[in-house]
């Protein structure tokens, strides 16, 4: 069993060969969530897995559960997988590499006749990107009891088309109800979008976590006046307060390892020759660490109280998503899989349907490189040897699993 590879050219050839699903001039691929190109895939997918003696369910909200049985199968099964849509301007790795991985995984598995203790099960979360219908990772959400079916079918798109209205129109639901299946644990293989693997040369990532984030909208008032005859010490200028924020916001953050970014700022009728009275912008905070996360909304709050007399501040916290930190037996069995290859912990910048699933069971990720750290592009690449050492990750980590959960009395009956 630890000699057990998995076939990196054949996990390279499905790659390939399901980017033709959406897939665009510009060799990017665009595959919104229950379009006819989501639908193509998955029907790909289920024929592959019913190939492969996976039983196939789907819940009300299309999630699919491929089901490789185990010789306890009476235990809930081990669940790998990801997502199968993108953005507008997807690529050919973001979600997929995830779920072509577990396929690859059970293949593999298959070929060498070898029978896992628990039950494997690869899933393909609906609308992960969130990018068709808001919020992300809205299915895995469900799964997890955050969001009702209700809620999610009633979801829009741009056109207005309800979720519930896209996926009756390409048969994606299937009859399990939401949330019905137990999983013993979760392992998601995905690509960084990040440059830090690419940057230290390392080919695994052990995410620890996910970032936690707080969004906050921000109104500063001053005065408008004269650029001309309002002398500088007269002046209550609220850009140039917000500038000072946006340095200490980002000063802070670097200290403390985390992320502050102001993505939007509005002048209140702005003009180049008046000084700016009122502005709106938004601060975007993100850490792997509640405390750090507190200690960057302290700071800002306090800056803001420095601010001088002449400028008011109104802050308001407009949502927050807390950090995520996966379970240390599942991070323990991805380490030791990675253990023969360049690895670093770390912890994930970007939202992942495995968030959701950890509020339920026990569940770690693996990243593998992209090139440049890009992602959300028609450019996101990821080389065929890192494909293929993120899938052998994943089957090394399950198998480790397996055996490490399965108590001795229940292996041996
Ligand atoms: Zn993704």
């Given at each position: 069993?630890?000699?057990?590879?998995?076939?990196?050219?054949?996990?390279?050839?499905?790659?390939?060969?399901?980017?033709?699903?959406?897939?665009?001039?510009?060799?990017?691929?665009?595959?919104?969530?229950?379009?006819?190109?989501?639908?193509?895939v998955r029907a790909w997918l289920e024929a592959r897995a019913l190939a492969a003696g996976?039983?196939?369910?789907?819940?009300?909200?299309?999630?699919?559960?491929?089901?490789?049985?185990?010789?306890?199968?009476?235990?809930?099964?081990?669940?790998?997988?990801?997502?199968?849509?993108?953005?507008?301007?997807?690529?050919?790795f973001d979600g997929i590499l995830g779920v072509l991985a577990g396929l690859e995984v059970?293949?593999?598995?298959?070929?060498?006749?070898?029978?896992?203790?628990?039950?494997?099960?690869?899933?393909?979360?609906?609308?992960?990107?969130?990018?068709?219908?808001?919020?992300?990772?809205?299915?895995?959400?469900?799964?997890?009891?955050?969001?009702?079916?209700?809620?999610?079918?009633?979801?829009?798109?741009?056109?207005?088309?309800?979720?519930?209205?896209?996926?009756?129109?390409?048969?994606?639901?299937?009859?399990?109800?939401?949330?019905?299946?137990?999983?013993?644990?979760?392992?998601?293989?995905?690509?960084?979008?990040?440059?830090?693997?690419?940057?230290?040369?390392?080919?695994?990532?052990?995410?620890?976590?996910?970032?936690?984030?707080?969004?906050?909208?921000?109104?500063?008032?001053?005065?408008?006046?004269h650029a001309g005859s309002t002398p500088m010490d007269a002046r209550a200028d609220a850009?140039?307060?917000?500038?000072?924020?946006?340095?200490?916001?980002?000063?802070?953050?670097?200290?403390?390892?985390?992320?502050?970014?102001?993505?939007?700022?509005?002048?209140?009728?702005?003009?180049?020759?008046?000084?700016?009275?009122?502005?709106?912008?938004?601060?975007?905070?993100?850490?792997?660490?509640?405390?750090?996360?507190?200690?960057?909304?302290?700071?800002?709050?306090?800056?803001?109280?420095?601010?001088?007399?002449?400028?008011?501040?109104?802050?308001?916290?407009?949502?927050?998503?807390?950090?995520?930190?996966?379970?240390?037996?599942?991070?323990?069995?991805?380490?030791?899989?990675?253990?023969?290859?360049?690895?670093?912990?770390?912890?994930?910048?970007?939202?992942?349907?495995?968030?959701?699933?950890?509020?339920?069971?026990?569940?770690?990720?693996?990243?593998?490189?992209?090139?440049?750290?890009?992602?959300?592009?028609?450019?996101?690449?990821?080389?065929?040897?890192?494909?293929?050492?993120?899938?052998?990750?994943?089957?090394?980590?399950?198998?480790?699993?397996?055996?490490?959960?399965?108590?001795?009395?229940?292996?041996?009956?």
């Amino acid at each position: 069993m630890e000699n057990l590879r998995i076939d990196g050219e054949r996990l390279w050839a499905n790659l390939m060969e399901t980017a033709r699903f959406g897939g665009t001039d510009d060799g990017g691929v665009r595959r919104l969530t229950l379009t006819a190109e989501d639908r193509e895939v998955r029907a790909w997918l289920e024929a592959r897995a019913l190939a492969a003696g996976c039983s196939v369910s789907r819940d009300r909200l299309g999630n699919m559960f491929l089901r490789r049985a185990g010789r306890r199968d009476d235990l809930a099964p081990i669940a790998m997988g990801s997502h199968l849509d993108t953005q507008p301007t997807g690529g050919k790795f973001d979600g997929i590499l995830g779920v072509l991985a577990g396929l690859e995984v059970i293949e593999t598995l298959n070929e060498a006749g070898i029978e896992t203790e628990h039950p494997i099960m690869l899933v393909n979360w609906t609308n992960e990107e969130g990018s068709r219908f808001a919020p992300a990772m809205l299915c895995s959400g469900a799964w997890a009891g955050v969001f009702t079916e209700d809620y999610v079918r009633a979801r829009t798109d741009a056109k207005g088309i309800s979720f519930g209205t896209a996926l009756d129109a390409v048969s994606a639901a299937g009859e399990a109800p939401v949330g019905a299946e137990d999983f013993a644990a979760m392992f998601e293989l995905h690509i960084e979008q990040g440059p830090v693997l690419e940057r230290e040369e390392l080919t695994i990532g052990v995410v620890t976590g996910v970032q936690g984030m707080r969004w906050y909208d921000l109104d500063l008032t001053g005065r408008a006046a004269h650029a001309g005859s309002t002398p500088m010490d007269a002046r209550a200028d609220a850009l140039l307060a917000a500038s000072g924020l946006i340095r200490g916001a980002s000063v802070i953050a670097s200290r403390l390892g985390g992320y502050a970014t102001v993505g939007e700022l509005t002048i209140r009728d702005p003009s180049r020759n008046v000084v700016p009275g009122a502005l709106s912008m938004t601060f975007d905070l993100r850490h792997g660490e509640d405390a750090g996360l507190e200690a960057m909304e302290s700071d800002l709050k306090a800056q803001i109280a420095g601010l001088e007399p002449g400028i008011s501040a109104d802050l308001r916290q407009i949502w927050s998503s807390p950090p995520v930190h996966f379970d240390p037996g599942c991070l323990a069995s991805v380490r030791e899989a990675a253990k023969s290859l360049g690895h670093r912990d770390m912890v994930s910048g970007a939202g992942h349907d495995a968030a959701y699933v950890a509020r339920r069971a026990p569940t770690a990720m693996i990243f593998v490189p992209c090139a440049g750290g890009l992602s959300h592009n028609p450019a996101e690449s990821a080389t065929p040897e890192d494909c293929a050492a993120g899938a052998q990750v994943l089957l090394d980590a399950l198998l480790i699993h397996d055996r490490r959960i399965t108590a001795p009395a229940e292996a041996a009956a």
